[in-house]
């Protein structure tokens, strides 16, 4: 059985196109490029709409927006909150004794310093400032914080909070970062579980969130950091 494909071309269509002849393709070979055309047009569209497709069901598995609280009085919620729990990373990891502190500014802006120490209740107190923008001035619960002169930006929402602000918690548009902080060096067991399980209804990991220690004997307690 002969195996070899068909040539486009015959050996009196080459030597036409040799002379300089216009060359005009055999019936059959029109076929067969019309036929390679369909497929690779098939082909071309099957790939776009299976990055379509594609496309669409990463759109929803994305999570909705996180919720903001309705309103925040900003001058009752600024002065000093406890950290009392977050999702650990590299700026705050092994911080303890660690307080957030907010101070309204005649401008608007706030001005923001976060205290801790590090590992041990007797290390020397360290300290980072930075600058806050309130950017939803309806309900002053989205905010961007502005660390070494604007240099690091970071998105601050207020998504859940004490009516009375003893504590308040902050998230994080990526779901990545949070904090549960309170007035108080402490926060009740059945408090700090229903937050949990709201973080959870927005979308949050509540497995991910530690407990920050803000006493001597909550050091290598389990659940804490």
């Keep these: 059985m002969n195996h070899t494909l068909p040539l486009p071309f015959s050996s009196l269509e080459l030597r ?22 369909r497929t690779l047009t098939l082909s071309a569209g099957l790939a776009l709409l299976a990055t379509g497709c594609t496309t669409r069901q990463a759109t929803m598995k994305q999570k909705a927006p996180l919720q903001t609280v309705r309103h925040v009085d900003l ?49 020397a107190p360290g300290k980072f400032t ?8 309806e309900t ?41 902080m309170a007035r108080n060096k402490t926060l009740p067991e059945n408090t700090y579980n229903a937050i949990l399980k709201r973080l959870e209804k927005q979308g949050y990991d509540p497995a991910l969130f530690q407990k920050v220690p803000q006493l001597p004997e909550q050091l290598g307690t389990p659940g804490f950091q």
């Design 16 to 37: 036409a196109m040799g002379a300089g002849e216009r060359l005009h393709p055999r019936p059959r070979m029109r076929e067969i490029y019309r036929a390679v055309f």
């Design 75 to 123: 001058p009752k919620y600024m002065g000093d909150w406890r950290v009392i729990a977050n999702i650990p990373y590299f700026a705050e990891r092994g911080c303890i004794d660690s307080i957030e502190s907010y101070g309204l500014n005649p401008n608007g802006t706030i001005a923001n310093w976060f205290t801790f120490r590090k590992k041990s209740f007797e290390a």
């Design 140 to 180: 002053n619960a989205e905010w961007k914080v502005y660390f070494f002169g604007g240099l690091v930006r970071a998105a601050y929402l207020v998504i859940d909070m004490d009516p009375g602000y003893q504590w308040t918690v902050v998230g994080h548009p990526s779901r990545k970062y949070g904090w549960i």
């Design 130 to 137: 930075a600058k806050i923008k309130v950017l939803n001035k």
